[in-house]
C-alpha cells in the first residue's frame, strides 16, 4: 500500500510542489490522543475499548502468531554453539496423513568440537504458544 501511495499522481505533485523528495518512508504516529497503542496489533486503540481489547478474537490470534514467531526465533539461535536448523516445514498435512504420522528432519549442530552436550528435552513450538480457553 505504501509503494502504490509513494508511485501516485497526488503524491508526486505534492512533493514536487514543496520542493523535498517523494521518495520517503512511512512515519508512525507514537501517540494518538485519547488512544493506546497495541504492538501486537499495529493499532491505536480508543482508550475507552482498551480495557476490553485484549479479548478481541483478532487480538487472540494475532496474540498466538506472535508467541509462534517467537518461540521459533529462540530456537533458531545458536545457544553455547547449538545451532537447530530452521528448515523444518510440515507445509499443509491432510487428515489421512497426520493419522499415519508425518516425519521431518530436524538438523542439530553442535559448533564447539570440544563441549559434551546432551539433549534432555525437545518441544514443538505448538506446545508452547498460548492456548485459548474455550468459551
Known amino acids: 500500500a505504501w509503494d502504490h501511495h509513494l508511485s501516485g499522481v497526488r503524491h508526486r ?4 510542489r514543496k520542493g523535498v523528495s517523494a521518495d520517503v ?36 490470534k494475532k496474540q498466538k502468531v506472535v508467541a509462534f514467531k517467537t518461540v521459533l526465533e529462540e530456537a533458531v539461535k545458536d545457544k553455547h554453539g547449538i545451532i537447530v536448523s530452521e528448515d523444518v516445514d510440515f507445509g499443509i498435512v491432510d487428515v489421512q496423513r497426520a493419522n499415519q504420522g508425518v516425519i521431518r528432519t530436524l538438523t542439530i549442530q553442535n559448533t564447539v568440537p570440544s563441549a559434551q552436550i546432551t539433549i534432555v528435552k525437545a518441544k514443538l513450538s505448538s506446545s508452547s504458544s498460548i492456548k485459548s480457553n474455550p468459551s
Do not use: F, M
Open 25 to 60: 518512508q512511512p512515519v508512525t504516529l507514537d501517540t494518538v490522543s485519547g488512544h493506546v497503542y497495541c504492538g501486537i496489533c499495529d493499532r491505536h486503540i480508543p482508550r475507552n475499548s482498551w480495557s476490553h481489547h485484549p479479548q478481541n478474537p483478532l487480538h487472540l
Open 13 to 16: 505533485k505534492c512533493a514536487t
